[in-house]
């Protein structure tokens, strides 16, 4: 029986994966009247005379809503926010399992930005942070951007925490292959929500805040048409804002002519992308990102053989898996405790170093931790937490 069946039977079985809990039994009347009527109504007039003290008194302290309109999930598309529902019920597990948060999944059903972000607003004073999930570019940069002044942390993790692990990965991967990280020409295929942010976390394009700098020597971007060049017609205003930090030599051309002399390759794209020659016009012992899923833009065997030093995909069953579960719930947890209003450029590069950090030696075939390694949200939580806390 092949995964997929397994899956489907899986959830039947359960009927949705996660479900509520009491922190309390309620046995007697002694206890409802605590927990409810007319004992309840203390907390709620500490709150209204402090509203800081809800995270004092209420779930909001450790919950996260999970928020997504259907429109980009995983590989599948845009599929709707009912057909959402499996996954996002799975990032809540994930939430639990790896961080010790709340979390509930919400799909919305609209695809309109200003509904979107209206909605966010009302419900987020519950929740202590908001992640965003699965929704599709470039109406998730204006989402984003427009819930930064929630009070709370708004966090999409298609787009930050796949850079944030991709840079844990090239820290080491570089580290591996005796190159500093400082003089990479790094190629990246793909332009939207992940693209996008990890050339923003490769070039430390951030904030005022930034205070560690790991800023790659050279970037160039490709889509579907090629190398992004600012004399290309018909670009989008997102590439036409990551031609800012990119392609600085103004290249033009396909992927493969971007490819000649790079030293990394890092692929959120589509599959079968790259044969064994196109590695070969690489500098020598090139580091090879393909995170397309489920299919990578080209398998490490082939890879390989083209002369890879180290490569890194998307897949469990893989070595170097790159898994935003490494990211997100440490993050969340390191934010939360710290009572962040935001997640910051330098929370973000701390998530990385702090990912890295957990491979003390690392190896071509173990430059990320296993995304089963329960020790790396708290490692991570710890860094955002401090990140924080030195601002």
Same mark, same amino acid.
């Given at each position: 029986m092949d995964v997929f069946k397994k899956a489907l039977e899986l959830h039947e079985k359960l009927e949705g994966k996660i479900e509520t809990t009491l922190k309390?039994?309620?046995?007697?009347?002694?206890?409802?009247?605590?927990?409810?009527?007319?004992?309840?109504?203390?907390?709620?007039?500490?709150?209204?005379?402090?509203?800081?003290?809800v995270y004092d008194y209420t779930i909001k302290k450790n919950t996260v809503a999970v928020i997504s309109d259907g429109s980009a999930v995983l590989g599948l598309g845009n599929i709707g926010p009912q057909a959402a529902i499996p996954v996002m019920e799975g990032k809540a597990m994930l939430f639990k399992k790896f961080a010790q948060l709340n979390?509930?999944?919400?799909?919305?059903?609209?695809?309109?930005?200003?509904?979107?972000?209206?909605?966010?607003?009302?419900? &987020?004073? +519950? @929740?202590? %942070?908001?992640?965003?999930?699965?929704?599709?570019?470039?109406?998730?940069?204006?989402?984003?951007?427009?819930?930064?002044n929630l009070g709370i942390p708004v966090f999409h993790d298609d787009q930050h925490g796949t850079a944030i692990v991709v840079l844990a990965g090239l820290i080491n991967a570089a580290k591996v292959v005796g190159k500093n990280i400082f003089d990479l020409k790094v190629v990246i295929n793909g332009?939207?929500?992940?693209?996008?942010?990890?050339?923003r976390l490769l070039k430390c394009i951030g904030d005022a805040e930034t205070q560690v700098c790991t800023a790659v020597k050279e970037i160039i971007i490709c889509d579907s048409q090629g190398i992004v060049?600012?004399?290309?017609?018909?670009?989008?205003?997102?590439?036409?804002?990551?031609?800012?930090?990119?392609?600085?030599?103004?290249?033009?051309?396909?992927?493969?002519?971007?490819?000649?002399? &790079?030293? +990394? @390759?890092? %692929?959120?794209?589509?599959?079968n992308l790259l044969t064994r020659d196109d590695i070969r016009l690489m500098a020598p012992d090139p580091i090879i990102f393909a995170l397309a899923n489920p299919v990578p833009e080209i398998m490490p065997e082939e890879a390989y053989?083209?002369?890879?030093?180290?490569?890194?995909?998307?897949?469990?069953?893989m070595p170097n898996q790159v898994n935003n579960v490494l990211g997100f719930p440490g993050i969340f947890k390191g934010a939360l405790q710290a009572k962040?209003?935001?997640?910051?450029?330098?929370?973000?590069?701390?998530?990385?170093?702090?990912i890295a950090d957990c491979i003390e030696?690392?190896?071509?075939?173990?430059?990320?931790?296993?995304?089963?390694?329960m020790s790396v949200p708290l490692k991570v939580a710890e860094a955002v937490r401090k990140a924080v806390n030195e601002k």
């Open positions: 309390m039994d309620i046995t007697t009347a002694e206890e409802l009247s605590l927990v409810y009527s007319p004992g309840v109504a203390q907390p709620c007039i500490e709150i209204a005379q402090n509203p800081e003290s979390a509930f999944p919400i799909c919305l059903d609209t695809q309109d930005v200003d509904e979107i972000v209206e909605t966010v607003t009302r419900i &987020a004073p +519950v @929740f202590g %942070g908001i992640n965003l999930e699965d929704i599709s570019a470039p109406r998730c940069f204006e989402i984003e951007d427009r819930l930064q332009a939207g929500a992940a693209g996008g942010a990890i050339c060049h600012k004399d290309r017609p018909g670009l989008s205003v997102e590439k036409m804002q990551m031609l800012k930090y990119t392609n600085e030599t103004e290249t033009q051309g396909t992927l493969r002519d971007a490819l000649k002399g &790079a030293d +990394v @390759f890092i %692929g959120v794209s589509v599959d053989k083209g002369g890879a030093a180290v490569v890194a995909t998307g897949r469990s069953d962040a209003t935001k997640i910051t450029f330098a929370m973000k590069l701390a998530a990385a170093y702090a030696n690392p190896t071509p075939n173990h430059i990320i931790p296993s995304s089963l390694d």
